[in-house]
């Protein structure tokens, strides 16, 4: 298992909570697992970005990624 695995499986609950509170600040026409898609995208992106020189931890990047990912999409 390579480190982008392991990231991604560390931190497999965030897409889920973070569609959830995204989708409670939406309109209620959209649904949290409308946004499901984009958000593991952005898990999938984060451990490939991440730099713990940067002064953030690994679950606050990856929830940011997580986040801009479902607002940019």
């Known amino acids: 298992m390579d480190a982008t695995e392991k990231f991604c499986i560390e931190f497999a609950q965030l897409p889920r909570v973070i569609s959830i509170q995204v989708a409670a600040r939406l309109p209620a026409w ?27 931890s690994a679950k606050r990047w990856a929830w940011q990624r997580i986040e801009l990912k479902i607002i940019d999409d």
Request: proline share 15%; no cysteine.
């Open 30 to 56: 959209i649904d949290a697992d409308d946004l499901a898609p984009p958000a593991w995208a952005g898990l999938f992106i984060a451990p490939t970005t991440f730099d713990p020189n940067k002064g953030y």
